[in-house]
C-alpha cells in the first residue's frame, strides 16, 4: 500500500476538496467534520466556468498552495471531467492526494482504468468513521494513509546504460512516426475516429479548425493518422494512404508528387489529368486505384490562400477537391487542418466553404487533464525512464496558461521539455534545471543566446546577415520568416557556422519541400520568443522607415535641381550611414550625391585655408560620426594637415571604425597618391586586425619602394595571429613577388606557426620562392624546421637541395643556439659601418642601415640619423624621424623641426610626433 506521512499543517493552511457536484450531501458532512477536527476546507465554488483558463488558473493555484488534496471517488466523480482536471492539476504541482471512496460498489467502477490499482481509504457507509479517523491522523502527520502516488510510473533504465531518448519535439510538430510520444488528445482523437466512422453523406472530408500552436497537424499526423492505419475503423487497416502534403507555394505540383507514390504514371501525365479544365482529374486518378478508400491529409490547408499561390491553381486546387469529395460513390476522403484566424480564406470559394462548414470539428485548447498527460507521459515510456521532480510540471502547467493565448505556446512548452531532458539530472528532470533555463518563457531566448555565444567573435557579428535572408520584416515592425536557399550561403563559412548552431538548437529545420534545398526558423515562435531576434526586428522596420524617407527627400532634391538648403543635417545623415553600414546595403546614384554631400563639405571646409585650426577637430568628430564610409576623406585629412592634432584625432578615427574601413582603406591602396597611399598602410597598421593584414598584403607589390617599406614594416609590427594567416594565403597567390614578401615575413617571425607556412612555400612552383623559403627556415633554430628543411633536400632543383644542406649544416653548428643580433653593446667600428651603409645606392639597404643605427643607439648614431632626414627616399626619412623620436635625445631637435616643412605629408607626420615625444609639442605648426 502506497503511503505517507503529512506534517501538521500551518495556521492558515487548508485541504482542498475535489467532488463531484452530484456528491454534495457527502461533501458537506466531511467539511462539517474535518471543520470541527481543526482543518479548514476549500472547495470549487467560484463563479467561473469549470475548464475555462481563469479556472484552470486559480484550480492550479489552489492546489500548489493547499497542505492536501482531498479527492471523493464515487461514480458520479468518475464522470466529471472538471473533478479529472482538479487531480490532474494536483499531480503536476506535486500535492499529497488522499483518495476515499465515498460511494458505489465495485471501485473499477468509479475511476479510470490506469488507476484502478491505487489504495485509498474506504468512507463508504459504515466505514465512514473509521476511514474518516485515519484520513486525520494522516492530516496531522501522526500515521499514514494511502496516497495517490503518480500512476505514471517510471521504466527501469536500460541495462545498457544508453542514455535516455528524448520525446519532445521541441518547436516542430509530432509526426507520424512520432505517434509513440504523442500524449494527451486521446478523447479529441477517439470523437474523431466516431466522426469519420459516422459519416455516411456524399462529402468525405473532416476539416480541424483551431488557433495557432494548438496542435492541429499533431493531432492529424500523430494522433489520428496512426490508428486509422492501425485499423481502429473497420476496415481502415486495408485502406490507401496519400503521403500527407501541405499545399505550399505550387499545390497541384505538391498533389502531383504524393499521386505519383500511388498511381502508376509518369508525374507529366498525372499533372495533366490534374491540369484539365472539368476538374475530374483527382476523382478519376483515385477512382483507378484498388483499394476501398483513399485517405488525403491536408496539412495547414491556409496555405493554398497565401498570395504566392496564383489564383488560376488555386482554383483549379479547389476544384479538383469539390470534385472528387462529392462525387456519389467516389473513394477519396480529405482530413485537413485550417488555422482558425484564416477560416475566412475558404469563404471566398461558395462550394468549399459549404463543405468545411458541414464537416468541420474544433480542435480546442488542452484541459488540465491532458496538459499532465501531454508533459509527464512520455517521460515514462520504456526507452525514456525519467522522472519530473514533484512540482516541476506544475510549473510548466502554470507558465503554460500563464499566457493570454496558452494555446500558442504548445510549441514552446515542448520546447522547454526538451531542453530540460538535455539537462537532466541522471534519471530526474530538476527543478534547478529548469529555472536555469529560464523556465517556459525565456527557454527559447536562453537556447537561442547560448548557440551563439559558443561561436567565436567574428562568426556572430554574421548573425544579422543571416536574420535578413531568414527573414521579412515591413516597416511596422511585423517579422515573417522565410525560407533561405542553401546556395544563397555558398563559401559563407560564418553563415554555416551559425546554421549548424541554431540547426542543432532546434531553432531552424530544413524547409519543407523547398526546391532547391533551403533553411527556415522552426516555428513563428522563434520571432516572438529570441528577445535579440526581436529587437533586430523593431531596429530593421525603423531602418526601412528611415530608407523610405531619404529615399524620398534624395528624390525631391534631386528634381528641384539639387538645392543646398534642401540636403538633410549632419544629425539626420548620421543615422543614414549607421543604416547603410548596418544593413550592407547601397544607394543608388541620386540617394548616394545626396548623403554624400555631407562628407564633400567637411572636406572641403577642412581644406579651406580659412578654416581657423580649433574647427578642424568638430570637423573630424563628425566625419567619424558619420562612419566608416567617411575613412576616404579621413585619409584626405591626414595629406592636408600639418597639425599634430588633426593628425592624431584622424588616425584615432580610423582606428575606431575597425575592420568596417577597411574595404575604403584597400581603394586608397590603389589611389595614384603615393602619400595617400602610405597613410591608408599606416591606418591599416593601427587598426591590426587580421582583415587589415590581408588588405596590407596588396602594397607589398606596390610600385613605390617607398609604400613596400612602410608595409613591409606595418605588417612586421602586427602580432603574429593577424598576420601569419594573411600570410599563408598570399603564398597561394598567382604573384611572385608577393609569395617572396610573404616568405621574407614569415622568416622573420617568432611563432612557432611560421614553420608549417614556410613548409607550405618549400611546395611553391618558383625556385626562387622554394630557395628563399629554405634559407628562411635556417634561421629557425627548431626541429620542425630541421624536418622541414630534410624535405627540402629531395627537391627537384640543385640549388635548393644545396640551400637546404647548407643550412642544415649551419643548423648544427649553432649547437641549438640563436644567431646574434645587433646590441645596444656594439663596438665604434659596427656604428662606423652602419654610417658608410647610409650612403649606399639601394633604398632597402639605407633603411636597414637606419633600423640597425637605431638599436645601437646612443649619442654617437645621433648626427647620422639628423643627416638621414635630408636622404631623397622619402620612407627613409620618415623611418629615420620615426628612429629619433625613440630615441628622444634633444640633438634631433633642429633636425626635426626642419622636417615639419619637408615635402612630403608623411614624414611631416612623423616628425611632429617625434618632437612631442621628445617634449616639444609646442614646435607643432
Not at 477512382?287 to 485517405?295: H, K, M, N
Not at 560620426?625 to 588633426?646: K, Y
Not at 591602396?669 to 587589415?692: F, K, M, P, Y
Amino acid at each position: 500500500m502506497n503511503t505517507a506521512t503529512a506534517t501538521h499543517p500551518q495556521a492558515d493552511s487548508f485541504v482542498y476538496i475535489s467532488h463531484s457536484r452530484r456528491d454534495e450531501p457527502t461533501l458537506a458532512r466531511l467539511c462539517a467534520d474535518l471543520q470541527r477536527a481543526g482543518f479548514a476546507c476549500r472547495v470549487d465554488r467560484s463563479a467561473r466556468s469549470p475548464g475555462m483558463p481563469a479556472w484552470q488558473r486559480s484550480t492550479l493555484a489552489a492546489v500548489r498552495t493547499a497542505h492536501a488534496v482531498i479527492w471523493l471517488v464515487s461514480p458520479l466523480a468518475c464522470t466529471s471531467p472538471h473533478g479529472h482536471d482538479e487531480i490532474a492539476a494536483a499531480r503536476m504541482v506535486g500535492s499529497r492526494i488522499y483518495p476515499l471512496w465515498v460511494a458505489g460498489d465495485t471501485w473499477e467502477a468509479c475511476v479510470p482504468s490506469a488507476l484502478a490499482g491505487i489504495d485509498k481509504l474506504d468512507l463508504r457507509g459504515a466505514g465512514y468513521a473509521a476511514g474518516f479517523e485515519t484520513l486525520v491522523a494522516a492530516l496531522r502527520g501522526e500515521g499514514p494513509a494511502p496516497t495517490l502516488a503518480d500512476a505514471v510510473t517510471v521504466a527501469a533504465a536500460s541495462a545498457s546504460d544508453a542514455p535516455p531518448r528524448n520525446p519532445y519535439k521541441g518547436l516542430s510538430a509530432f509526426t507520424e512516426a512520432d505517434h509513440g510520444d504523442f500524449f494527451g488528445r486521446e478523447a479529441l482523437i477517439a470523437d474523431l475516429l466516431r466522426g469519420i466512422g459516422e459519416q455516411h453523406d456524399a462529402a468525405r472530408l473532416l476539416a480541424l479548425i483551431g488557433p495557432e500552436g494548438v496542435g492541429k497537424s499533431s493531432v492529424l499526423l500523430a494522433g489520428l493518422l496512426p490508428r486509422l492505419r492501425a485499423g481502429d475503423l473497420p476496415g481502415s487497416g486495408d485502406w490507401c494512404y496519400l503521403e500527407p502534403m501541405r499545399p505550399g507555394a505550387q499545390p497541384l505540383s505538391a498533389l502531383t508528387l504524393v499521386l505519383q507514390e500511388q498511381v502508376p504514371m509518369e508525374a507529366s501525365a498525372i499533372r495533366a489529368m490534374l491540369e484539365q479544365p472539368h476538374g475530374r482529374g483527382l476523382h478519376d486518378l483515385v477512382q483507378a486505384l484498388d483499394e476501398p478508400r483513399v485517405i488525403l491529409c491536408l496539412d495547414q490547408f491556409e496555405e493554398l490562400f497565401a498570395a504566392a499561390v496564383a489564383e488560376h491553381e488555386r482554383e483549379q486546387f479547389i476544384a479538383l477537391l469539390i470534385t472528387a469529395l462529392t462525387e456519389p460513390d467516389g473513394k477519396l476522403f480529405v482530413v485537413l487542418t485550417l488555422r482558425a484566424d484564416q477560416y475566412d480564406q475558404p469563404q471566398r470559394y461558395p462550394a468549399l466553404a459549404q463543405l468545411i462548414s458541414t464537416h468541420q470539428r474544433p480542435v480546442v485548447p488542452l484541459t488540465l487533464t491532458e496538459l499532465h498527460a501531454a508533459i509527464t507521459r512520455p517521460t515514462a515510456l520504456p526507452n525514456v525512464g525519467l522522472s519530473f521532480e514533484p512540482g516541476v510540471a506544475g510549473e510548466i502547467a502554470a507558465a503554460f496558461l500563464d499566457a493570454d493565448a496558452a494555446h500558442s505556446r504548445l510549441p514552446l512548452i515542448q520546447f522547454a521539455l526538451m531542453q530540460l531532458v538535455a539537462r537532466r539530472a541522471g534519471s530526474s528532470i530538476t527543478r534547478e534545471a529548469y529555472h536555469a533555463l529560464g523556465g517556459v518563457n525565456r527557454a527559447l531566448d536562453h537556447a537561442a543566446e547560448a548557440a551563439v555565444a559558443a561561436l567565436d567573435a567574428e562568426t556572430q557579428l554574421a548573425l544579422p546577415h543571416l536574420l535578413r535572408r531568414l527573414i521579412i520584416v515591413d516597416d511596422r515592425g511585423a517579422a515573417q520568416r522565410q525560407p533561405a536557399p542553401w546556395a544563397a550561403f555558398a563559401g559563407d563559412a560564418a553563415a554555416h557556422q551559425l546554421i549548424t548552431a541554431l540547426r542543432d538548437a532546434g531553432l531552424l529545420r530544413d524547409a519543407d519541400g523547398a526546391d532547391p534545398a533551403a533553411v527556415i526558423f522552426a516555428h513563428d515562435l522563434v520571432l516572438s520568443g529570441w528577445e535579440r531576434l526581436v529587437q533586430w526586428a523593431e531596429q530593421t522596420a525603423e531602418d526601412q522607415r528611415l530608407l523610405r524617407r531619404v529615399r524620398a527627400a534624395a528624390a525631391a532634391w534631386d528634381a528641384a535641381g539639387r538645392p543646398a538648403d534642401q540636403l538633410w543635417s549632419h544629425s539626420q545623415l548620421k543615422a543614414v550611414f549607421a543604416l547603410r553600414e548596418r544593413l550592407g546595403i547601397g544607394f543608388d546614384p541620386v540617394v548616394g550625391d545626396f548623403v554624400h554631400s555631407e562628407i564633400d563639405r567637411l572636406l572641403a571646409e577642412f581644406r579651406n585655408p580659412q578654416t581657423p585650426a580649433h574647427r578642424h577637430l568638430k570637423i573630424i568628430e563628425r566625419l567619424e560620426d558619420i562612419g566608416a564610409e567617411a575613412a576616404p576623406a579621413l585619409i584626405q585629412v591626414l595629406l592636408h594637415t600639418r597639425d599634430f592634432r588633426s593628425a592624431e584625432a584622424a588616425e584615432g578615427s580610423l582606428r575606431r571604425f575597425a575592420d568596417a574601413a577597411v574595404p575604403y582603406l584597400a581603394t586608397t591602396l590603389h589611389s595614384e597618391d603615393v602619400n595617400a597611399r602610405l597613410i591608408a598602410v599606416e591606418a591599416l597598421n593601427g587598426i591590426g586586425t587580421q582583415a587589415a593584414a590581408q588588405t596590407l598584403l596588396t602594397a607589398l607589390i606596390d610600385g613605390s619602394s617607398a609604400v613596400r617599406q612602410a608595409t613591409f614594416k606595418a605588417l612586421r609590427a602586427l602580432p603574429d595571429a593577424q598576420t601569419i594567416p594573411a600570410l599563408r594565403q598570399a603564398l597561394r597567390s598567382e604573384n611572385i613577388d608577393l609569395r617572396r614578401f610573404a616568405v621574407g615575413l614569415l622568416g622573420m617571425s617568432q611563432a612557432p606557426e611560421s614553420v608549417p607556412a614556410l613548409s607550405q612555400a618549400l611546395r611553391d612552383e618558383s625556385v626562387e620562392v622554394r630557395r628563399l623559403a629554405v634559407e628562411m627556415l635556417g634561421r629557425k633554430p627548431t626541429e620542425n624546421a630541421s624536418l622541414a628543411l630534410s624535405t627540402a633536400i629531395e627537391d627537384q632543383e640543385p640549388t635548393v637541395r644545396k640551400a637546404a644542406l647548407a643550412m642544415l649544416q649551419r643548423a648544427g653548428e649553432r649547437d641549438g643556439h640563436e644567431l646574434a643580433a645587433i646590441s645596444s653593446e656594439a663596438s665604434d667600428a659596427d656604428v662606423a659601418s652602419l654610417i658608410k651603409v647610409l650612403r649606399d645606392g639601394s633604398g632597402h639597404v639605407r633603411l636597414n642601415a637606419v633600423i640597425g643605427l637605431g638599436q645601437i643607439g646612443g649619442e654617437a648614431v645621433v648626427p647620422a640619423l639628423v643627416a638621414v632626414l635630408q636622404d631623397p627616399d622619402p620612407g627613409v626619412r620618415r623611418t629615420a624621424a620615426e628612429t629619433l623620436g625613440r630615441l628622444g635625445t634633444q640633438r634631433a631637435i633642429p633636425g626635426l623641426t626642419r622636417a615639419l616643412h619637408d615635402r612630403d605629408a608623411f614624414v611631416r607626420i612623423a616628425a611632429s610626433k617625434a618632437l612631442k615625444k621628445i617634449g616639444k609639442p609646442e614646435l607643432d605648426t
